[in-house]
């Protein structure tokens, strides 16, 4: 290889080195900022492909997307003193890229532990405003909103990042006092389902008191209303038998004695103890025997 190659060649790997430095790429996931011997020149760079002078910017990427940070278990004190094991998280993402690299360098580790101990502040003021009912399950809503609206002022202001969401995953009792809060707990619930029973009971007395009553109504004027029924059907018959013995009074009188005959000659017995003049042989007598 004679000299004149030689030359080329290097020219060409110049080339290649300083075309390599002089260009770099931010993805649509990535936020950056370009810095001229440290200091920052433009706070947020583009997504694209751009060029920077070699050996005099820097360009200093940071990933854009939205960051989960699980924090540690911490214990908090209620309003009422009593102590909670809190388990949470914070979804945060870059939103000032500037701020977010003079304030703590684009260190994710340390954005992350300066987050924690942000989010502890916020939970423990909250926390300590409010009874165990509120934080569990009357006010945890208003409780998160608070949470996100003073942490998000503060790490935008702090930091450059936006807060996206902040959540409790678990609330805890404390290991020592978890069994006497279940047992005031059962023992509420005990008091509570005896009251309902009582006013059960109560009830279905009231209940079944009222339909004794109306029983007792129905019944009496069921009664009422029969022996009406009744007394109307007796004066019936008895008008329908007057009339019809007015009509007849022989005929009528020979029918009653004739079902008189029959009542007594069916009973079975064979002895009967009359005197012969009785009315009771009246038609007997007065028959007459058939012509041959």
Known sequence: MNAKSLYALIAVLVVVLVGSKSLYIVKETERAVQLRFGEIVNPDVAPGLHVKIPFVHTVRVFDARVQTLDARPQSFLTLEKKRLIVDSFVKWRIADPAKYYTSISGDMFRASERLSNNIEEKLRNQFGERTVTEVVSGEREEVM???IRDLSRQADEQFGIEIID?????????????SSVYDRMRTERQR?????RARGRELAEGIRADADRQRTVILAEAYRESEEVRGEGDAEAARVYAEAYQRDPEFFAFNRSLQAYRDTFSGGGDVMLLKPDSDFFRYLDDAQPPLD
């Open 192 to 196: 509570l389902a005896r009251e309902l």
């Open 166 to 178: 902040v959540r409790v995953k678990r609330i805890d009792l404390p290991t020592e006092v978890s």
């Open 145 to 147: 909103d608070a949470v």
